[in-house]
């Protein structure tokens, strides 16, 4: 872990979550998320202050704690800090537990709160305009990443570094979550195919060990729409009979060897919803509700 030069002015911070980094004239620094907590973002600190940099500017790309929950840390260390978040996302940021509330679907039963992680709402202080827009006298591009959250950006600097966020998902990310978690299928889709129209010189993902190339991004893209895809048609083939979506959840389980823990159903089981909704939306899936159970099937 440490801090690597991309090209530029541009660096970013290798970690289990990557966190992108822009170095201005005068020392001030912009992050591109934070990290999940007090103890990663403390090292972050430590890291930037080696290179003299001081964090004033953040842009969180999505809401998940792993890229916002240590924003509080720089709030109370860095003060001034100025945050940056998509309005779909700011909703999430500054109220902490919509997250858990979407996944259960109601008040968190207190497990999932305790496994998703402690995390403090904060002040979102600007929502950005897609395009272009200037931060400290230079010039970064916002781009519309949805699918994996409601309302996911990426940040593209000066140096013609695009930091991706989850808007696609590496190599490995994919070997480890055969199943992972989207929001809207159809959002996450066009996500991909407007990933392989970008015309930057290198890319960095949230979860990746490298950087990618154009080229290299582009065919990670259509991997990661095989991937959607292929749990489409494992779908629809299962639902040529009537199965209900716990049901469904677990014969993909099986297919994908995939083995789940409390925190894991619950993340997948709204992925489930998201495909069952993409389909159903599409005219392709009827249901039924039989003695308090909701079935699904092909039409």
Not at 30 to 44: E, H, P
Not at 65 to 94: K, Q, T, V
Request: a negative charge; one cysteine or more.
């Amino acid at each position: 872990m440490g801090l690597n030069k991309i090209n530029g002015n541009t660096y970013y911070i290798d970690s289990p979550t990557n966190i992108g980094v822009y170095a201005f004239k005068d020392k001030y620094c912009l992050l591109v998320d934070t990290g999940i907590n007090n103890t990663v973002a403390g090292k972050f600190d430590g890291f930037l202050g080696e290179a003299g940099l001081k964090p004033k500017y953040i842009i969180n790309t999505h809401n998940h704690n792993d890229h916002s929950g240590a924003n509080r840390y720089f709030y109370e260390h860095h003060p001034g800090c100025i945050f940056y978040a998509s309005l779909g996302e700011s909703l999430f940021i500054e109220n902490d537990s919509l997250f858990q509330t979407y996944l259960y679907g109601a008040k968190p039963i207190k497990e999932l709160k305790k496994r998703n992680g402690k995390y403090r709402g904060m002040n979102v202080d600007v929502i950005p305009e897609y395009g272009t827009n200037k931060i400290n006298n230079e010039k970064f591009e916002i781009l519309p990443l949805p699918g994996h959250s409601i309302e996911q950006i990426g940040v593209a600097t000066p140096d013609k570094v695009c930091f991706a966020g989850d808007g696609l998902f590496s190599e490995s990310i994919l070997k480890k979550y055969p199943f992972p978690f989207l929001f809207d299928i159809e959002d996450q889709l066009n996500t991909i195919e407007y990933i392989k129209t970008l015309e930057y010189d290198h890319y960095i993902l949230s979860h990746g060990d490298k950087v990618y190339d154009t080229r290299q991004i582009r065919a990670l893209a259509d991997k990661n729409k095989a991937m959607i895809y292929k749990h489409l048609d494992d779908i629809k083939e299962l639902l040529s009979q009537p199965l209900t979506r716990e049901e469904l959840l677990e014969q993909v389980c099986i297919l994908n060897s995939i083995s789940l823990d409390f925190r894991d159903y619950f993340l997948c089981f709204a992925s489930m919803g998201a495909f069952i909704a993409y389909l159903y939306n599409n005219d392709l899936l009827s249901y039924d509700v039989e003695d308090g159970k909701l079935y699904y099937y092909m039409k």
